[in-house]
């Protein structure tokens, strides 16, 4: 259900620029020119031609009367609030009302199930892209036919027996039935006309039949016929057999007798289906007298359609989330996207911090009554949210799971108008928490738990500390510092005196513990009721692929200027070409879906362990696009990705002078000596294509460390596409200039970094290095090289000398600058180089996440020695084997080493040591920060 926040609708239109197009990359999607004569159109015109103007008079529409009924509709919904649509205007209205031949009430019903079914099933609307949804037309699964049937309607056909369900997960055939009919809705005379529908079941086995459930077949009639703005007039089905019988039998008990007037069952007698549809709107293979049209023709045209892709954007967005915001900010739309903003980027770093998990498995930790909203709400009408942290065990519970439970209990208050105005009174119980549990509240967990709490669409939220102690005060003062002015201010310490508490929280709603006449203890079995009796709530915080519904992903369309490098990096994922995922699941095991996603939550999940126990934590983004560079290059094998972006960032660490990755504007006088380039295009394999030119690198003017650190920078730059990170690189050295000047470029020590770098951690399949123009004593230069080079590396070295037919055996003339016998003309990395220069913030942020975080304090000298020294520092670099290799018998053994738990000293201890056993925190914010001040 629906909250009805406001007296009015909100329609907050998407904002949308070139860079943010729903669609990227090539729009021709068609292998072959569309067929003379063959139009695949959807015709947007309002003005219905005549004879289809007659049918709409005949179902209701009275021109004279139009505007009154739409008028009347709108009404309604201001007034019944049942629903929120993103759109109010006459045209969004008209194709409910023309769905329902313009009776209001049924209208308005329709309306209020269309966003039920929305706020249900918000997978099938994340992220709407056809592009994304070819594959169905690639396969033949669905087609539709450009001409209409006698009656004027669409003719939409569905071929179940060609789904492969282990290929095309069920999902996707409802997100592109979804799309069709959304996008059919749109057309005036589809509105007026209705559909029909062809389902072709030859090939329909007991396999498509074990995906065919009972809540799958509820799903597929409320698209169908319940819930869609757009009548199927007529539903015929074809080639079934005694599969289809048994699949029927699910169905039937949910049909009504409308429903079941609008079946129709031909077999194989295309005579009985010609009686409904002309031969001359069908294809051959039906009896008809038209060739069959791939899919990908209406993905072409519907790219370019303007009023398509606006209404496509605005499918995902969701009001309730936008609300919550505009209502908490008193409605200044300015500092309500401000702040979320901040939250798609807290939310884009920090993933794990954010419900992203079906509720059913957070059950064990409600049913541990850590976090909890009570019923009742205290003296100025706040919902009082527990937080009991005696009740943690971080022996089996992350930092982030109390995060998750943040959200699952405030999704659930923030549906209340009544929190929305009044806030939310957080009471803290410090009783039986071990002051060793400290050592979790690391400065990024603080910081990243205090930001979050600031981003909450919250008027109010207050925190009551109970049940503190002298030392646990103490402990609490070291960390005050790190929380925000918002939180500070919000800050009351009561100890056990409950006379305090209760000026604030009346004892009626409190169990006797805290003082209260509610009874002994809290009534934990009508608290869980109150998410356990909820689920549908929390369903519509996931999309298909585990993420939080109001991520930067549901509310991309609403803040579109947001410039934001992993979200662009999705994108492109996103929009991947078909050629490159059938390459990355042949070559790379990257089958897609759910497997995919649980690969990248286990090596977040590493990344996550790893920086809890250790103060040098990974400071590396930890969004899905970014965790995927590793896996490609480890070729989805979690262990060895983690281990590779340890040795990434180690190397970073050791050697900034040359791993560091410098600002573009930094190195541009280098760029343009012409010294390098990536080759516009790719070569027949997918592979991008490095041209690097010794000749034009001058040994006295350019520093070593500023040639390392320009090919860092081409390989940060060409990592970030995913075409890139699945076809890999190649390499082409040309060694013509080469002096003994050059020799300071190639020492032992700078040349075991290189190799380092192209075998173990960089995230990019190096695929092949070809050498030009080597000098007689080149193989003394590779003499140094070869005792690191792997035996895969070695083999991937072709020396050409000055031989330019032997390097066009590998890399053909259409790729290559004339200076190479290629037909791209002259070397030129201008265009390259721009690029580099235009994104240069994207360098700057990446620098910021290139580093080792150290810890902000120290509470005393670890028992065993370094604890990071025995993680980072004890990886060896030349023990791991290259993306394509045999498995490394030591790779467990250095992934995994047995490390001893990184012990601190008792904080009681050392307090009592330097003598502040007799210190307690004042609600004073003065005192306070004086008291701070005297324990440093």
């Not at 056909?157 to 369900?165: A, E, I, L």
């Not at 286990?602 to 899905?624: K, P, S, T, V, W």
């Not at 573009?664 to 010294?675: N, R």
């Not at 994207?842 to 150290?854: G, P, V």
């Amino acid at each position: 259900m629906v909250v009805n926040i406001v007296k009015r609708p909100i329609s907050i239109p998407p904002r949308r620029c070139t860079a943010c197009r729903l669609w990227k990359g090539p729009t021709i999607v068609c292998r072959m020119p569309e067929p003379a004569g063959v139009v695949h159109k959807l015709y947007m015109e309002r003005e219905l031609p005549p004879k289809v103007a007659e049918v709409a008079r005949m179902q209701g529409e009275d021109p004279d009367r139009k505007s009154l009924m739409i008028e009347e509709l709108r009404d309604m919904i201001y007034e019944k609030g049942d629903c929120i649509p993103h759109r109010v205007d006459d045209d969004y209205l008209i194709k409910f009302l023309r769905a329902r031949f313009w009776n209001v009430l049924h209208a308005y019903n329709l309306m209020v199930r269309y966003y039920s079914f929305r706020e249900s099933n918000p997978e099938f609307y994340e992220n709407v892209n056809p592009m994304s949804l070819r594959s169905l037309g690639d396969d033949d699964i669905i087609s539709i036919s450009p001409y209409r049937d006698q009656e004027g309607r669409r003719v939409i056909c569905f071929k179940f027996g060609k789904w492969r369900p282990n290929k095309i997960p069920i999902v996707d055939l409802f997100r592109a039935t979804m799309l069709l009919l959304e996008v059919g809705s749109l057309e005036p005379q589809s509105q007026v006309l209705g559909g029909v529908g062809i389902m072709d079941l030859e090939g329909l086995t007991l396999n498509h039949a074990w995906n065919l459930t009972p809540t799958v077949a509820q799903k597929m009639l409320a698209l169908l016929a319940t819930s869609m703005p757009l009548r199927t007039s007529q539903i015929h089905i074809v080639n079934q057999g005694w599969v289809f019988d048994t699949v029927f039998q699910i169905f039937k008990p949910l049909l009504t007798e409308k429903m079941r007037q609008r079946l129709f069952f031909h077999g194989t007698d295309r005579a009985s289906l010609h009686k409904y549809i002309d031969p001359e709107a069908l294809p051959e293979r039906y009896g008809g007298t038209k060739p069959e049209y791939p899919y990908t023709y209406w993905l072409e045209h519907l790219s370019r359609v303007e009023q398509v892709v606006d209404e496509l954007q605005q499918l995902g967005s969701d009001d309730l989330f936008l609300c919550r915001f505009l209502y908490c900010c008193d409605w200044d739309v300015q500092e309500a996207y401000g702040r979320i903003v901040k939250l798609i980027k807290l939310k884009e770093a920090n993933p794990e911090w954010f419900f992203h998990k079906p509720i059913a498995t957070y059950g064990e930790l409600l049913n541990r009554n850590v976090k909890f909203a009570l019923k009742h709400r205290d003296k100025r009408g706040r919902r009082v949210f527990v937080t009991r942290l005696g009740a943690i065990d971080f022996s089996n519970m992350a930092v982030t799971d109390l995060a998750n439970l943040d959200d699952i209990w405030f999704e659930l208050l923030l549906d209340e108008l009544e929190t929305l105005e009044n806030g939310v009174t957080c009471l803290i119980d410090l009783s039986g928490y071990s002051l060793k549990s400290f050592r979790f509240l690391t400065p990024n967990n603080i910081r990243i738990g205090s930001a979050k709490t600031d981003l909450l669409p919250l008027k109010n939220i207050e925190f009551h500390v109970v049940n503190s102690s002298v030392f646990m005060n103490a402990a609490i003062a070291i960390l005050y510092p790190m929380l925000s002015k918002k939180i500070k201010d919000q800050v009351r310490f009561h100890y056990s005196n409950w006379d305090s508490l209760h000026e604030y929280i009346q004892p009626e709603i409190l169990p006797e513990e805290y003082g209260g006449t509610a009874g002994k203890q809290f009534d934990f079995e009508s608290i869980h009721a109150q998410v356990l009796d909820r689920p549908n709530e929390f369903d519509r915080l996931l999309t298909n692929d585990s993420t939080p519904l109001n991520s930067p992903r549901k509310i991309f369309g609403k803040t579109a200027t947001l410039d934001n490098n992993a979200m662009l990096e999705y994108e492109m994922n996103k929009n991947l070409d078909v050629k490159f995922r059938e390459k990355a699941d042949k070559e790379l095991g990257e089958t897609g879906g759910e497997l995919t996603y649980t690969k990248i939550r286990q090596l977040r999940q590493q990344l996550n362990i790893y920086n809890e126990n250790h103060q040098r934590a990974l400071g590396c983004r930890r969004d899905d696009s970014f965790l995927l560079r590793f896996l490609r290059a480890k070729k989805f094998d979690v262990e060895k990705a983690f281990k590779m972006m340890q040795k990434y960032y180690k190397m970073k660490e050791e050697y900034p002078e040359i791993f560091k990755v410098s600002p573009p504007s930094e190195m541009k006088f280098m760029l343009e000596m012409q010294i390098q380039t990536m080759l516009p295009k790719k070569d027949e394999h997918g592979r991008q294509i490095y041209l690097f030119r010794v000749e034009k690198c001058d040994p006295y003017k350019i520093p070593v460390d500023y040639v390392f650190r320009s090919n860092v920078l081409a390989l940060e730059d060409a990592v970030r596409s995913p075409e890139t990170q699945i076809g890999g690189l190649v390499v082409l050295l040309d060694m013509a200039g080469l002096g003994f000047a050059h020799a300071r470029y190639l020492s032992p020590h700078l040349a075991k970094k290189t190799v380092e770098v192209v075998q173990e951690a960089f995230p990019l399949r190096f695929k092949a290095f070809h050498v030009l123009h080597e000098p007689f004593y080149f193989d003394a230069i590779l003499a140094v090289l070869k005792p690191f080079l792997k035996d895969k590396i070695r083999r991937r070295i072709h020396l050409h000398g000055n031989s330019i037919s032997s390097l066009h055996k590998y890399v053909s003339k259409d790729l290559l600058p004339a200076e190479y016998g290629g037909n791209l003309g002259p070397f030129d990395n201008t265009e390259w180089r721009q690029t580099i220069l235009d994104n240069e913030q994207y360098f700057i942020d990446l620098e910021t996440y290139n580093h080792l975080s150290e810890s902000c304090y120290q509470l005393g000298p670890s028992n065993g020695g370094d604890g990071d020294a025995e993680s980072i520092d004890s990886l060896q670099f030349g023990d791991t084997e290259t993306e394509d290799s045999e498995f490394d018998e030591d790779d467990r053994r250095v992934l995994s080493p047995k490390r001893n738990a990184r012990s601190i000293q008792n904080i009681e201890e050392i307090f009592l040591k330097n003598g502040y056993d007799g210190m307690a925190l004042s609600v004073s914010g003065t005192d306070l920060e004086k008291e701070v001040e005297e324990l440093k």
